[in-house]
C-alpha cells in the first residue's frame, strides 16, 4: 500500500482518486442538501409540541427522518433506488434523467452537484498543490457546496454543519494547516462580530432584520479556516455579489425588495475564491491598503 508522500507525489492516482471520491460525496451532499432541513424541521415541531404540551394523540405523526434512513426513492411512484441507480453522473445518463419505474423526470441538479462538488475538489488541489492541507482544505469545500444549496432552497444555514466547521478549523489550524492558530482564532472572532454588528445596528435603525443568524456562523467559519488577514476580501466579494445579484433580480425577474435573499452563497462562493486565491488576495488587498 502506497504511503502518504507516494500518494500525493502520484498526480494520476491523486487525481483520478479525488475525483472519483468527490464524485460519491457530492451524491451524499444531495442527501444531505435534501434531509438535513427536513430533519430541523422535524424537530422543531416535536420541540413546539413539547413546549406546547400537545397531547400524544394530537402530535403529527411523522416517519423519522435521518441521513441513512428511510432508503432513498422516487418521489414520484416510491420506486427504491437501487446501487446501480446511484452511480454519481453516470446513473443519470444511462437512466437518460428519468426513473427507471415510472419514466418520471429527475431532476439534473443531482448530477450537476456531483460534478461540480468533483470539480471544485480537483480545482482546490490543483491550486494548493499535492499536500495534506490540500485534502483537509476539501472538507471545507464540501461543506461550503452543502450550505450554498440549503441556503438557496430553505434560507437556512445549519448549526450541524456551520459550528463543527468553525471548530474543524481552528484544530486544524492550531496545527497550522492552512495558517497560524492566532489568525485563525482572530479570524472567528472577527468572522462573527463583524456580521453579528451590522446586523444589530441594521436592526436598530430599521426595526428589521436582515440576515439571519447562520451568516455570522459560516462567517466565523471561513475566519477559523482562511484567517483574519483575508475577512475584508472575503465580506466584500461576498458583497459586491450579492447587491449585483439582488438588483439583477430586482429588474429581471421582478423581485420584491420585501423578499429576503440569502447570503450564506455569496460568502461561501467569497470564501472559497479566498481558499483558492488567498495569498493574491491578501497581496493586493495589503498593497491596496499601503501595508
Known amino acids: ?47 413546539c409540541e413539547e413546549f406546547l404540551e400537545v397531547p400524544e394523540k394530537q402530535r403529527k405523526q411523522e416517519t423519522p427522518l ?10 414520484s411512484c416510491g420506486h427504491k433506488i437501487r446501487a446501480w ?15 427507471s419505474s415510472c419514466k418520471a423526470p429527475i431532476s439534473p441538479r443531482y448530477p450537476v452537484i456531483e460534478a461540480i462538488t468533483a470539480i471544485f475538489s480537483v480545482v482546490t488541489v490543483a ?15 464540501w461543506a ?32 497550522g494547516v492552512l495558517t497560524d492558530f492566532n489568525s485563525a482564532f482572530w479570524g472567528a472572532v472577527a468572522g462573527y462580530l463583524s456580521l453579528w454588528s451590522v446586523y ?23 475566519g477559523a479556516w482562511l484567517g483574519w ?11 459586491l455579489v450579492g447587491a449585483v445579484v439582488g ?9 420584491g425588495r420585501e423578499v429576503p435573499i440569502p447570503f450564506g452563497p455569496y460568502l461561501a462562493a467569497a470564501g472559497l475564491l479566498g481558499l483558492w486565491f488567498g495569498a493574491e488576495i491578501q497581496a493586493i488587498w495589503f498593497g491596496f491598503l499601503g501595508v
Open 200 to 222: 444589530w445596528l441594521f436592526k436598530l435603525v430599521t426595526g428589521k432584520e436582515g440576515m439571519g443568524h447562520g451568516d455570522f456562523k459560516l462567517l466565523a467559519a471561513l
Open 85 to 99: 441507480e446511484n452511480i454519481p453522473v453516470i446513473s443519470w445518463l444511462v437512466l437518460r434523467g428519468k426513473c
Open 1 to 47: 500500500m502506497p504511503s502518504l508522500d507516494q500518494f500525493l507525489s502520484t498526480p494520476w492516482l491523486l487525481y483520478l482518486t479525488v475525483t472519483l471520491f468527490s464524485l460519491c460525496i457530492g451524491s451524499f451532499l444531495n442527501v444531505v442538501i435534501l434531509r438535513l432541513p427536513k430533519m430541523m424541521q422535524q424537530e422543531w415541531r416535536c420541540q
Open 144 to 175: 461550503l457546496v452543502a450550505l450554498t444549496m440549503i441556503d438557496f432552497d430553505t434560507q437556512l444555514l445549519p448549526d450541524s454543519i456551520t459550528l463543527p466547521l468553525m471548530w474543524l478549523g481552528l484544530v486544524l489550524n492550531y496545527f
Open 127 to 141: 491550486l494548493l498543490g499535492p499536500t495534506e492541507s490540500a485534502l483537509w482544505a476539501l472538507l471545507l469545500v
Open 247 to 255: 438588483i439583477a433580480l430586482m429588474v429581471f425577474k421582478k423581485h
Open 229 to 239: 488577514q483575508l475577512l475584508p476580501a472575503v465580506i466584500l466579494l461576498s458583497s
Open 66 to 75: 435521518s441521513l441513512s434512513k428511510p432508503a432513498s426513492t422516487c418521489p
